[in-house]
């Protein structure tokens, strides 16, 4: 009976040892049988940071929703390898992909933290860590695991070890930002891999147990314990000597936290245009995931100047114009460091602080400051703040510090003078935009659209429609000298009277100096932007013959033809402005204005270049006495280039007797044009030497006046001024280039009439050949001088319209009176 019981029972055993197998059996297949195929790895492409890069290889900006910078195998080092290996997976080089004896040690781990009530850790291989992030998910259940550990023995089974690994080091995140190891190595350390010593490897192998638990800002000393943990697995590892451990572990742990996005000079309004356009040509995911790299056509050092010379600039009109008194407050007698450090800087400017006022030492203002200490504000830093007005007048010098804050108020400071000493600064109300560019090609060297970008995202160089006042002119003067004009052919600069229609009522433009010269030259009008007599030859030349120019030059795509528009009432953006003037000085060669020479897919493959030309034998593997490949130019021609250069002759006579002989003091042959709209709410300075083109917008982004007294040649040249001269200062003085086909001939500059070299005040006036007074293809006086009036100026309906005293309007009007 006992045997018989016992032979019962082993049957039993048997049968349920098999029916387990059997269930075990089909558990395996049932959570197994849908298992995804390690083909997929194959082509790895993950999402990978697009990067905008300056001329000198500056990263401007990065655009992506996971910050990684994919890192071939080939191109891992082997210390990297090393620590990663040592840290996660020691036996990573030996297993099949998954560690029997790493579970068996874990499996006796768990048993304790799950008594305990805790999350059990497991002991995920590398391999193992590959196929959960690939080709699974996090969830804790065995049936993943039973999938993770089939997995990952048929990736060893199909992948080579240093695949496995490549996919690994690239898909970790590493906490700031970072996904892999590329990126983590320049967030952290500001280094490419190949830098890294064996403490920074080792910090970044530490990271994955808890990025944010061994963040070096929050938790220093458990991210260095857990850096020389990783240090001591190398050297039990063989990887690095005992020497080398111990030099690692005495090493400090310091971090550079790399800042995201721009990296020149308030280059966040150029990075932003740029990102917009990638969006607009690639879409989204190519933008965020693609991994494109961008080059940009910004120069950092010109970037650098732009931004001050537009910073200060706008400084400079906002102190004209008064202090507009603190706009925050907090209680001076409690603890005001608490209440301080709850403000925002939002100047956008590195070396203005926020600071509280104190109280009053005799005339010197004392202040506290967000990083706890105290300073002084003696009296010529603060003496320009005289009380705003209205209509943009100011009030009387203040006298004492009472006069201008009181204590509480938060302000803007920056230091000057010695240690502790600060200066009162205020976030200008005014605004405006620079942009340079090179003229020959059109490539944006550099660009800021505003204050900061901190304080307003508003691109006013981009996006900001605006009138250009007598910035226009020049188009107007070129249609004339394209139609039998030359610079000294005369137009009445006179009273202009014309009847808008019926109801409408007069428009009457007027000169800024509210005067008149009589019978002018065209040079002499434009170097001093006079109004009436260019209403007067557009009105003469017909406007149906200007409109043309400045939609050729690329300045409106249209224009009505109206007259008043021939004093730039219409509305157009600092970018084309910069560009139409660009393509006087290259010679009348039409041009794209462009922020992006190259863009290269992530595989660096070039999909778009801004210069499209082809260049047979540039690719030439080696040299052998070949001559040098030659660039066709395939520039449009849009203008006689003898035009042009009048043109900018012309221009230059701004700079050195006009409304620009501000912009003389840059020392170097400049050429511009100062532009004011009415009742000087928009006010310009675009110019240009041979090589560079820049432009200077200022103005509210509300229009309305800047004050009686301010026009382009205050508030804009200065800008351009100062710019020019940090642009230029290394650069030698280089004449305009002469056009063929033009003879210069000495005249005088304000009768125009020829005189011999040498007279004093004679200047060199550019004629196309044959055209200078006395020459057999001269223009007859009659031909082409309006300075006979005639019958009054006629309306639409016929009705002379009368000669009526004039009303005022700013020197570059645009607007119908």
């Not at 002991?123 to 259940?141: E, G, H, P, Y």
């Not at 950092?300 to 931004?307: M, P, S």
């Not at 920056?414 to 340079?436: D, F, T």
């Not at 650069?731 to 056009?739: D, I, S």
């Amino acid at each position: 009976m006992v045997r018989r019981l016992l032979v019962y029972a082993g049957l039993g055993v048997a049968a349920l040892a098999a029916l387990g197998v059997v269930a075990g059996i089909f558990y395996v297949y049932t959570v197994t049988r849908d298992l995804p195929s390690v083909e997929a790895l194959k082509n790895y492409t993950p999402p990978v940071t697009t990067r905008v890069y300056a001329g000198n290889g500056t990263v401007l900006g990065e655009y992506a929703r996971e910050s990684r910078i994919f890192v071939p195998a080939a191109f891992i080092p082997k210390l990297v390898a090393e620590a990663f290996t040592s840290a996660e997976d020691r036996n990573f080089y030996h297993h099949p992909g998954i560690d029997p004896s790493g579970i068996l040690r874990a499996a006796i781990k768990d048993v304790g933290l799950v008594l305990e009530g805790r999350r059990p850790q497991g002991a995920s291989t590398i391999t193992q860590q590959v196929a959960r992030n690939f080709l699974l998910n996090s969830d804790v259940k065995f049936s993943r695991k039973i999938r993770e550990a089939i997995l990952a023995i048929r990736i060893d089974a199909t992948y080579p070890k240093s695949k496995v690994l490549e996919l690994y080091l690239n898909e970790i995140y590493l906490g700031e930002h970072s996904y892999g190891v590329g990126a983590a190595a320049l967030n952290y350390f500001g280094k490419s891999l190949d830098e890294l010593d064996v403490a920074e490897v080792a910090f970044l192998a530490a990271l994955p147990k808890g990025p944010a638990n061994y963040d070096p800002r929050f938790n220093h000393a458990a991210a260095v314990d857990r850096r020389n943990w990783v240090i001591g697995q190398m050297a039990d590892n063989n990887y690095i000597t005992d020497a080398q451990a111990a030099a690692a572990k005495a090493e400090p742990l310091v971090t550079q936290m790399r800042a995201l996005g721009s990296q020149a000079a308030d280059g966040d309004y150029f990075v932003e245009e740029v990102r917009r356009q990638l969006y607009g040509k690639y879409g989204e995911k190519a933008l965020y995931d693609g991994g494109l790299q961008v080059r940009a056509s910004l120069d950092t050092r010109l970037q650098n100047y732009a931004v001050s010379a537009l910073r200060s600039g706008l400084v400079r009109y906002d102190r004209r114009h008064g202090w507009r008194g603190a706009k925050k407050h907090i209680d001076a007698g409690g603890d005001w460091h608490a209440q301080l450090i709850k403000q925002s800087n939002q100047s956008g400017v590195e070396s203005w602080k926020i600071a509280a006022v104190l109280g009053f030492e005799q005339k010197a203002i004392r202040i506290g400051l967000s990083d706890g200490a105290t300073g002084t504000i003696a009296y010529d830093g603060y003496k320009w703040a005289r009380r705003e007005l209205r209509n943009a007048n100011v009030g009387a010098a203040p006298q004492k510090p009472q006069d201008v804050v009181k204590p509480g108020d938060v302000i803007y400071v920056e230091p000057e003078g010695k240690a502790g000493e600060y200066g009162l600064r205020q976030i200008p109300e005014i605004n405006g935009a620079i942009v340079a560019m090179d003229p020959h090609t059109g490539r944006v060297l550099a660009l800021s659209g505003g204050f900061s970008y901190a304080s307003s995202q508003f691109d006013r160089a981009m996006q900001a429609m605006r009138q250009p006042g007598s910035a226009f002119k020049p188009f107007v003067y070129a249609a004339a000298l394209d139609n039998g004009y030359t610079p000294v052919s005369k137009v009445l600069d006179a009273p202009f009277v014309m009847d808008m229609g019926p109801g409408q009522g007069l428009w009457q433009p007027d000169n800024y100096e509210h005067d008149f010269l009589g019978d002018t030259t065209l040079r002499r009008g434009l170097e001093l932007s006079r109004n009436v007599m260019t209403v007067r030859l557009a009105y003469t030349l017909g406007m149906d013959k200007v409109v043309p120019y400045p939609i050729r030059f690329g300045v409106y795509d249209k224009l009505p033809p109206l007259l008043a528009n021939s004093l730039g009432a219409y509305e157009t953006t600092l970018l084309r402005l910069v560009t139409g003037y660009s393509e006087f000085v290259n010679g009348g060669k039409k041009i794209q204005p462009s922020l992006i020479d190259r863009i290269q897919d992530r595989n660096g493959k070039t999909i778009w270049r801004h210069d499209a030309r082809a260049c047979e034998g540039c690719d030439d593997a080696s040299w052998h006495g070949q001559q040098e490949p030659l660039l066709a130019d395939t520039r449009q021609q849009i203008i006689d280039p003898r035009t042009a250069y009048q043109i900018v002759s012309m221009l230059e006579g701004v700079v050195q007797r006009g409304t620009g002989v501000s912009v003389r003091a840059v020392g170097k042959p400049l050429a511009g044009k100062t532009g004011t709209s009415s009742d000087s709410r928009d006010t310009w300075f675009i110019g240009f030497s041979p090589d560079l083109a820049a432009g200077v917008f200022v103005g509210f982004d509300n229009p309305r006046t800047l004050g009686a007294h301010e026009q382009g040649a205050t508030a804009a040249a200065p800008i351009f001024r100062d710019f020019m001269k940090g642009a230029l200062a290394d650069a030698p003085p280089t004449p305009f280039r002469v056009a063929p086909g033009i003879e210069e001939v000495a005249i005088d500059w304000r009768s125009g009439n020829p005189v011999p070299d040498g007279t004093p005040g004679a200047i060199m006036e550019a004629f196309k050949a044959g055209t200078a007074p006395g020459e057999e293809n001269a223009p007859s006086l009659a031909t082409v001088t309006a300075g006979d009036t005639g019958p009054a100026p006629v309306a639409a309906s016929g009705q002379a319209a009368p000669r009526a005293p004039v009303g005022s309007v700013g020197e570059g009007t645009g607007g119908l009176y």
